[in-house]
């Protein structure tokens, strides 16, 4: 795991065998994740869908239709109630009565009324125009068990194949669990000892019971819970002892994650690395690179091979091309195994994209067509192997008779977006360009304004390498950032950036924030 901080925004890219394979980008001010709760109040109720519209504090309502209330959301809305008018029953329902399960044909207008408060989860994030999705069936995620409120019951992920140990989480989780509460016990868990599990079940129910204390007080819309930041959610959900190395840029996010992971596995601290490189950490571990090779229209495969990416509304589809490759790897010139192979290739760097790209919703792949049944079929069990590894929910039908495979697959977030066509580097698009004699005239003039106007005492210039070397050449008394620090009398450091075009420069304080020009 590689973590690129900056002072809007964290960056987690995970690698397997030094290749990418997903990427995950969370804004530092970033409002709704999965699995916040919130207190709202129903801002509408639309009998048509079922459905009711909650205020969260989104520019858009959240949607909450009736079959995401939960059977026991009158048990959670009466639970509100008494918090909330200052009867304060106990957090962990000793002497709580239950309501009766809602019908699961009835009608949103029997449960909820319109300006009525309620607790709800955030189940989708923001998409596109629309607000968040959320459902009132609120759940706590930890490290080995998920814990649900007003229910006994204990599930175990179907994950865990073996019958004996499913009958032992079983027993150990139904002798700790909580009365009144529920309990899912994820895949990570298998072969975990009781201590670890009633460690994790105890966390939650602090959380559960701090989210109470503050429900007597505030008033709606309010984040009551946050989830854990999306560093320490895919820590939690994928961290084990195959973690080679994680790779941090930034000190207090290292410390951070040092004491979460020594909290769920001490034994992995030590695979915490700061780096402390001159290049960017995304640059210096090949990263970048390979981000603007797999976000594009095209992406390439090692064998010649390359695939065509289109995205509509409905759904994305994506297509297969051998290109220039006409032989087997194995030397063999026949058609059909050529087309095997390529669609083999093919099948690998699909999962890999739907994963890095986080793609949700309908793909239609158009792989290159086999006449073989066999071949067919081999083809769609080494897709279903490879998307084994991808964490989101998702179904994969055979191939159909024009070749096309087609999958659904979860979307909680919007997809990443990554630009990957840049504009004319010295035309910025306009197909005109300035004087290229007077971008160091520019620079300095910038740079007079900074130091003289804003009172810069310390800047950071970051250009292209070729101008980078223009700037710090000859002797070291005798550069033209040389001059310029004699002249500004300003602490300057010009470095290079080889992912900036020839003629972009860009302006930090000693914080590292740009100054915008």
Not at 94 to 105: C, V
Not at 269 to 277: A, R
Request: glycine share 6%; proline share 3%.
């Amino acid at each position: 795991m590689v973590i690129n901080s900056t002072s809007g925004e964290v960056t987690i890219a995970m690698l397997e065998n030094k290749q990418l394979v997903e990427l995950n980008s969370e804004r530092k001010d970033q409002g709704f994740q999965v699995g916040d709760i919130y207190l709202g109040r129903v801002k509408k109720l639309i009998p048509g869908l079922n459905a009711a519209f909650v205020d969260v504090g989104h520019e858009k309502d959240a949607f909450l239709h009736y079959l995401d209330l939960g059977p026991q959301a009158q048990s959670l809305l009466k639970l509100i109630k008494l918090t909330t008018t200052g009867k304060n029953p106990d957090p962990m329902l000793t002497d709580f009565q239950l309501e009766q399960d809602i019908n699961k044909g009835g009608k949103i207008t029997q449960v909820l009324s319109t300006n009525q408060w309620a607790l709800v989860q955030v189940a989708k994030e923001p998409i596109s125009s629309k607000g968040p999705r959320v459902t009132s069936e609120l759940s706590l995620a930890g490290r080995f068990v998920v814990m649900v409120p007003f229910t006994d019951t204990v599930s175990i992920s179907q994950k865990i194949k073996s019958a004996e140990e499913r009958q032992r989480l079983k027993r150990l989780a139904t002798s700790i669990k909580p009365k009144g509460f529920g309990l899912i016990i994820r895949t990570v868990a298998e072969g975990k000892k009781v201590a670890e599990l009633d460690k994790d079940i105890q966390d939650l129910v602090a959380k559960w019971k701090s989210a109470f204390e503050l429900l007597k007080t505030v008033k709606p819309p309010y984040k009551i819970l946050g989830e854990l930041s999306r560093t320490s959610t895919i820590l939690r959900d994928l961290l084990n002892p195959n973690f080679a190395a994680i790779h941090v840029n930034d000190q207090a996010l290292a410390d951070e994650i040092k004491a979460y992971i020594s909290g769920i596995a001490p034994e992995q601290t030590d695979i915490v690395k700061l780096y402390k490189g001159r290049l960017p950490i995304f640059e210096q571990l090949g990263i970048d690179k390979q981000i603007k090779s797999s976000f594009g229209k095209t992406v390439t495969m090692a064998n010649g091979a390359y695939l065509i990416v289109e995205h509509t509304e409905a759904m994305h589809v994506i297509d297969v091309n051998s290109g220039g490759r006409v032989k087997g790897s194995d030397g063999d010139s026949t058609q059909e195994t050529n087309a095997l192979n390529v669609n083999m290739d093919a099948a690998v760097e699909v999962a890999r994209l739907l994963r890095m790209r986080d793609m949700g919703g309908i793909i239609v792949v158009d792989f290159i067509d086999l006449h073989s049944a066999q071949n067919r079929k081999s083809l769609y069990e080494k897709l279903k192997e490879e998307m084994k590894r991808d964490r989101a929910k998702h179904t994969i039908l055979p191939p159909s008779k024009f070749g096309l495979i087609q999958i659904t697959r979860q979307r909680v977030r919007p997809e990443t977006n990554i630009t990957t066509v840049e504009k004319c580097p010295a035309c910025n698009g306009t197909g005109e360009i300035k004087a290229s004699i007077l971008l160091v005239d520019e620079i300095e003039n910038n740079l007079r304004y900074f130091v003289q106007e804003q009172n810069e005492k310390e800047l950071f210039l970051t250009v292209h390498p070729y101008l980078e070397a223009y700037l710090n050449k000859g002797m070291l008394l005798n550069s033209k950032v040389h001059k310029w620090r004699k002249k500004f009398k300003v602490k300057l450091k010009v470095t290079a950036s080889s992912s900036y075009h020839i003629m972009e420069y860009h302006f930090f304080n000693k914080l590292e924030e740009e100054i915008k020009i």
